[in-house]
């Protein structure tokens, strides 16, 4: 029998200043999207960019609908409109936010299972890292790739063995 560990390494910071500009502007662009989510039901609207390699941003926010299931969450919503226009550049980095009646969450926004599960269906597609910045009013969480917010995750080589 043998133990295995699995390790998620998450830098804190406690001001957007402190992550490089191109970095900062992906954050205002989530922000600006959050702003645009279609949350009638939640409430809680999020943001999400994605920057490519190629230095092109792609927002996307919450897409909700009276029939709960069918709508969508903002990093999914920019993620495949990303990928839909760029089917051939890689993904470098994610950032994600979210408002509710109060104003922008303070903690740092964590995608949820299915996003982690599509984010790293690309980081895997493009065999490049995705830098994921949840980010929160008060601090903001950094992890240098999908794959450790998934451990164990089911990929496409599951499916053909
Ligand atoms: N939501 C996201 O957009 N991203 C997440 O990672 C978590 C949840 C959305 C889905 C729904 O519209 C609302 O937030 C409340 O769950």
Same mark, same amino acid.
């Given at each position: 029998?043998?133990?295995?560990?699995?390790? $998620?390494?998450? $830098?804190?910071?406690?001001?957007? $200043?402190?992550?490089?500009?191109?970095?900062?502007?992906?954050?205002?662009?989530?922000?600006?999207?959050?702003?645009?989510?279609?949350?009638?039901?939640?409430?809680?609207?999020?943001?999400?960019?994605?920057?490519?390699?190629?230095?092109?941003?792609?927002?996307?926010?919450?897409?909700?609908?009276?029939?709960?299931?069918?709508?969508?969450?903002?990093? /999914?919503?920019?993620?495949?409109?990303?990928?839909?226009?760029?089917?051939?550049?890689?993904?470098?980095?994610?950032? #994600?936010?979210?408002?509710?009646?109060?104003?922008?969450?303070?903690?740092?926004?964590?995608?949820?299972?299915?996003? /982690?599960?599509?984010?790293?269906?690309?980081?895997? /597609?493009?065999?490049?890292?995705?830098?994921? #910045?949840?980010?929160?009013?008060?601090?903001?969480?950094?992890?240098? %790739?999908?794959?450790?917010?998934?451990?164990?995750?089911?990929?496409?080589? %599951?499916?053909?063995?």
């Amino acid at each position: 029998m043998i133990k295995k560990e699995y390790k $998620t390494i998450v $830098t804190e910071y406690s001001s957007e $200043t402190e992550l490089s500009n191109q970095e900062q502007t992906l954050i205002s662009k989530a922000k600006e999207a959050a702003k645009k989510a279609y949350a009638p039901y939640s409430k809680f609207n999020v943001g999400a960019c994605v920057l490519l390699e190629n230095g092109e941003f792609f927002s996307g926010n919450n897409q909700e609908n009276a029939a709960y299931p069918s709508g969508l969450c903002a990093e /999914r919503v920019s993620m495949f409109y990303a990928n839909s226009m760029h089917p051939d550049v890689a993904v470098i980095s994610i950032a #994600i936010c979210a408002s509710n009646e109060n104003g922008f969450i303070k903690t740092p926004v964590p995608p949820c299972g299915s996003c /982690r599960q599509v984010l790293l269906e690309t980081e895997m /597609r493009f065999k490049k890292s995705i830098k994921v #910045i949840m980010v929160g009013s008060d601090s903001i969480h950094v992890i240098e %790739n999908v794959s450790q917010l998934l451990p164990l995750s089911f990929q496409k080589d %599951n499916l053909y063995e």
